[in-house]
């Protein structure tokens, strides 16, 4: 076998550290028909597996109660009242009387039962599927004897390098940081949510790995390097060592760009633009807040929600966004409404369906659902009061949704003032320019909106109809493709005519190559990963608007996206040398 697996840097840092495999899904089922005599053993099979199922429940139950409180472990007791459903256990039996081996038996009706509650009238019912899932696939396992592939309960202290075929952002913010070290994934690119979640964490990353399950057995050591996109399997001791001397090298760049810390982001010809950062979660901000950015130019809200089994409450949600304002005292921070749907779906998912990212999710999602809609408004409303808060609106197709949300803000406004709850009656609200809907009438858009933000990912996602999670496509996600370029563009020039703010959020603000291609169309407010934002510094410092508006001037006369790239780098070449600094490869960002 191949001894370094290629993947995509994901999130940066290098660990070493035994595979922890996670197979989370439904395994195959071997298909026999039991002898008469085998069937009271087989029954009695099953409920043994039942009973060690209910045992890790147990355990897993209070690891999370522990760890993260009692409501995250109440799915879990959930869980362990499915494996006791009567109805359950009566059909299973009967079914194994009908000589069907315990797995097949039990399949049988667990899969039955998903498809029914996925199909209920009830959003309750539907969210437990999940639940379902996760009991099927424990109770499979043991009756098979399948090694254990527990996704919460790795012990503390393993540095363990979690290798899974694809990991939804639910499951990523329920490992425990103190077990697993690194995450390695088949599926997934450079702009997939589980990618940007991982930098946003700080855990070592490379996805887009294709096939990784399939080749390693799950007892092997690994070096894996989310830096250079490399998972390296049983290594030798030099290069264990060779690693350890790269990560130290790491650390001492990084702690150069922290001295641009405190220095503006100022270009050669004295243009100074907005650089802000983008938060997943509200721990980050303290962090986040010394990074030297000019504030919050994305915070991703639907975070708050993933992993959990109810909705964040109005107090909740106020206190992580007032916690996220003070943290940036004078400076802007913008907070997104919760942008769930697609792959960032909360534990126990959403209603099947064929197109998630084309789906009921984001601004659709929260307009339908005024009364949850409206609760994190008015926490948004009373967080602002401790500072700059502005409100932005994800995947954003049409004005009327626009519309529709300025009216429920004063809903959520008058309520707060019947109350007598302190709050900021108007704050900034902005759209999204993420589909090539919002960017083809943002013109029609711009009276109404106080700011633009263009959300790159999905931007190049939806006008390329490249999806953004797909490994087999990562090469043909190209954010210089002339089209995204001429989306961005007109956003841009339609934001200028009407001096309003445009800033960048998505991923391509925080490499080096397209950032400069975002400057040369004109953009001056960019948002970036809070590791970037030095790297982006060091480049606007090193440039100058001039000469990247030329370079893209000429770039967009072609045709292609690695046309463009190639005029583009030549041009930062330039720079580089000029100004005797490394601008750092893509795979370099955090
Ligand atoms: C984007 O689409 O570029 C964006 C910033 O939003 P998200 O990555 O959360 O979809
Ligand atoms: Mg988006």
Same mark, same amino acid.
């Given at each position: 076998? &191949?001894?370094? !697996?290629?993947? $995509?840097?994901?999130?940066?840092? +290098?660990?070493?550290?035994?595979? %922890? #495999?996670?197979?989370? @899904?439904?395994?195959? +089922?071997p298909q026999h028909i039991l002898a008469d005599d085998a069937v009271e053993d087989e029954i009695l099979r099953f409920h043994d597996a039942r009973e060690r199922a209910r045992e890790r429940l147990h355990h897993v139950r209070d690891r999370a109660a522990k760890r993260a409180g009692p409501e995250e472990a109440q799915i879990f007791e959930m869980q362990e009242l499915l494996l006791d459903d009567p109805e359950m256990l009566k059909h299973v039996e009967s079914l194994i009387r009908h000589s069907l081996g315990a797995e097949q038996a039990f399949h049988q009706h667990m899969s039955d039962w998903r498809q029914a509650f996925s199909r209920h009238a009830s959003a309750e019912l539907r969210e437990r599927v999940g639940d379902i899932l996760d009991v099927e696939i424990r109770v499979l396992s043991l009756l098979l004897g399948l090694p254990d592939h527990d996704p919460v309960d790795v012990p503390k202290g393993a540095n363990a390098v979690l290798v899974t075929h694809?990991?939804?952002?639910?499951?990523? /913010?329920?490992?425990?940081? &103190?077990? +697993? =070290?690194? +995450?390695a994934t088949d599926a997934g690119t450079r702009t997939s949510h589980i990618a940007i979640l991982t930098r946003s964490l700080g855990i070592p990353a490379v996805v887009g790995l294709r096939d990784a399950t399939a080749r390693l057995r799950g007892d092997e050591l690994v070096i894996l390097d989310g830096t250079a996109g490399t998972l390296n399997v049983n290594p030798t001791a030099e290069e264990i060592q060779r690693y350890r001397e790269r990560a130290a090298d790491e650390a001492i760049r990084e702690s150069e760009l922290s001295s641009l810390v405190d220095v503006e982001a100022v270009t050669l010809d004295g243009v100074r633009l907005t650089l802000r950062v983008n938060l997943d979660l509200p721990e980050e901000a303290e962090l986040a807040s010394r990074s030297g950015a000019d504030g919050v130019g994305l915070m991703r809200t639907e975070f708050l929600v993933l992993s959990r089994t109810t909705m964040p409450d109005e107090d909740e949600q106020y206190d992580a966004y007032s916690r996220v304002v003070r943290c940036f005292p004078g400076q802007a921070v913008i907070i997104r409404t919760f942008d769930l749907g697609g792959d960032k779906l909360p534990v126990g998912g959403y209603p099947h369906e064929a197109n998630p990212f084309l789906g009921w999710r984001a601004i659709r999602m929260c307009l339908d659902q005024p009364d949850m809609f409206k609760t994190q408004l008015r926490a948004m409303l009373r967080a602002a009061e401790h500072g700059d808060l502005r409100i932005l609106l994800p995947l954003v197709v049409s004005i009327d949704e626009v519309l529709a949300t300025r009216t429920l803000l004063r809903e959520a406004a008058s309520e707060l003032a019947s109350n007598g709850v302190p709050h900021k009656t108007s704050v900034p609200l902005g759209v999204m320019v993420e589909t090539p809907a919002a960017a083809l009438t943002a013109d029609a858009m711009?009276?109404?909106?106080?700011?633009?933000? $263009?959300?790159?990912?999905?931007?190049?996602?939806?006008? !390329?109809?490249?999806?953004?999670?797909? =490994?087999?496509?990562? @090469?043909?996600?190209?954010?210089? %493709?002339?089209?995204? !370029?001429r989306l961005i563009k007109r956003t841009a020039d339609i934001g200028r005519a009407r001096q309003l703010e445009v800033c960048v959020c998505g991923e391509m603000a925080s490499d080096p190559l397209t950032a400069y291609a975002l400057i040369g169309l004109g953009i001056t407010h960019l948002s970036v990963a809070h590791r970037a934002v030095p790297l982006i510094k060091r480049l606007v410092r090193n440039m100058s608007v001039k000469d990247a508006e030329e370079s893209m001037?000429?770039?967009?006369?072609?045709?292609?996206? #690695? =046309? /463009?790239? =190639?005029?583009?780098q030549a041009s930062l070449d330039r720079i580089a040398v000029a100004g005797e600094v490394a601008l750092a490869h893509p795979a370099e960002l955090g």
């Open positions: 076998m &191949e001894r370094t !697996l290629q993947g $995509i840097s994901a999130s940066p840092g +290098i660990v070493v550290g035994p595979v %922890h #495999f996670l197979r989370w @899904e439904v395994p195959d +089922i694809d990991l939804t952002p639910s499951l990523t /913010v329920q490992l425990d940081r &103190e077990a +697993i =070290a690194g +995450i711009v009276d109404e909106v106080d700011f633009f933000s $263009i959300g790159s990912n999905d931007l190049v996602q939806y006008t !390329l109809a490249v999806d953004r999670g797909n =490994a087999n496509l990562a @090469e043909r996600f190209t954010p210089l %493709h002339p089209g995204v !370029l001037g000429k770039a967009l006369k072609s045709g292609s996206a #690695f =046309a /463009v790239g =190639a005029v583009l």
